[in-house]
């Protein structure tokens, strides 16, 4: 009779530490939408779905596994394939979080941003990197992406002139941080989208010459940048070099800024610090976007140009004042 009450008790208590188990997320995380969407049943929604994702991206993490199993129920086919290609490059982890979010309006739907998440791979200083979740009007997940820093975000919306401006800004922030990402999950029918055909590509090469000194009459190498035009095919095949031969791939953007075309005001000059490091080689150098918006519905990339910000000596060769601009081209119409 003991023993039977003892094997009772024993089970009641198993049953228990079952659901405390089942009721919490595996990743030890909290999400709640606290601000900007007033619908309580979406809200809830997306809230799942976001739990659900971060769940699955630490199950699949601390399994070590090469692929990580998504649902349809709360993620779109496409946004699926897109993290897969991520995970190719580095799993992610999610860190213990009690976060509070804001929902922003966008034309295609829903955004949160600002999801923590530890790219596995990646050295320990770049390991810490935050995601912009995008919705559908439903509340089902459609795209995922590296975010630029919140607070630089913030200050780019707020130098607006006008609605349309405003949309266009968010439209930009979104294009960089989807431009970036594709880098990352080495999304070369991405990255080919989002070019003109006859884009502009252009990128510095350091090189060293002889420069021969009056004072001593003898010569000397000095770092001098040699810039390179590239057709998009060129670049594309370059890139996809590239993404074959690293096993791991960051590529970060920093120190944004955004600038509207004073005589096309549907043209746009994107200028930021771009930080490139994979398995093999890294580098710092500032690149320019020209991003076109004469097609609302599909910005395109009319210009790209990269420069090394420092030489091999640590030696600074471009300055903030020397990057290409808007004013550096001519637009013909």
Same mark, same amino acid.
């Given at each position: 009779m003991i023993q039977a009450k003892l094997l009772k008790k024993c089970w009641l208590l198993t049953l228990m530490l079952l659901w405390s188990i089942d009721g919490f997320p595996s990743s030890g995380a909290s999400i709640k939408i606290v601000e900007g969407l007033d619908n309580s049943e979406l809200r809830q929604k997306m809230e799942e779905n976001l739990m659900n994702m971060v769940d699955d991206f630490q199950k699949a993490a601390d399994e070590q596994s090469k692929s990580v199993k998504l649902s349809k129920s709360y993620m779109t086919a496409d946004a699926i394939d897109d993290v897969k290609l991520i995970w190719k490059s580095s799993a992610m982890s999610c860190p213990p979080m009690n976060l509070k979010?804001?929902?922003l309006h966008t034309s295609t739907g829903y955004q949160v941003r600002g999801i923590p998440v530890d790219m596995v791979e990646a050295d320990?200083?770049?390991?810490?990197?935050?995601? !912009?979740?995008d919705f559908t009007p439903q509340g089902i997940i459609s795209n995922i992406s590296i975010s630029i820093d919140l607070h630089r975000y913030e200050e780019l919306m707020a130098e607006q002139t006008s609605d349309i =401006?405003?949309?266009?800004?968010?439209?930009? *922030? +979104?294009?960089?941080? +989807?431009?970036?990402?594709?880098? +990352?999950?080495?999304? %070369? @029918? %991405?990255?080919n989208s989002v070019f003109s055909d006859k884009a502009l590509i252009i990128t510095g090469k350091m090189v060293m010459e002889k420069v021969n000194t009056d004072t001593d009459r003898m010569s000397r190498l000095q770092s001098k940048?040699? #810039?390179? /035009?590239? !057709? /998009?095919?060129?670049?594309? @095949?370059?890139?996809?070099?590239?993404?074959?031969?690293? /096993?791991?791939?960051n590529v970060k953007f920093d120190d944004i800024e955004i600038v509207q075309h004073p005589k096309y005001d549907d043209i746009y000059g994107v200028t930021l610090k771009? #930080?490139?490091? $994979?398995?093999?080689? $890294?580098d710092e150098g500032y690149l320019f976007l020209m991003v076109d918006f004469h097609? !609302?519905?599909?910005? %395109?990339?009319q210009v790209r140009t990269w420069q090394p910000y420092k030489n091999? /000596?640590?030696? *600074?060769? !471009? @300055?903030?004042? =020397?990057?290409?601009?808007?004013g550096s081209f001519n637009i013909v119409r």
């Open positions: 979010c804001r929902c320990e200083n770049e390991r810490r990197q935050e995601l !912009t979740i =401006d405003y949309a266009r800004r968010q439209i930009i *922030v +979104n294009f960089v941080e +989807n431009f970036r990402t594709a880098y +990352n999950r080495r999304d %070369l @029918k %991405l990255i940048v040699v #810039y390179i /035009k590239h !057709t /998009k095919q060129e670049y594309l @095949k370059r890139l996809q070099n590239i993404f074959r031969s690293v /096993k791991y791939l771009q #930080y490139w490091h $994979s398995s093999t080689y $890294s097609d !609302t519905d599909n910005p %395109l990339i091999n /000596k640590g030696e *600074v060769v !471009t @300055k903030r004042d =020397d990057v290409f601009h808007l």
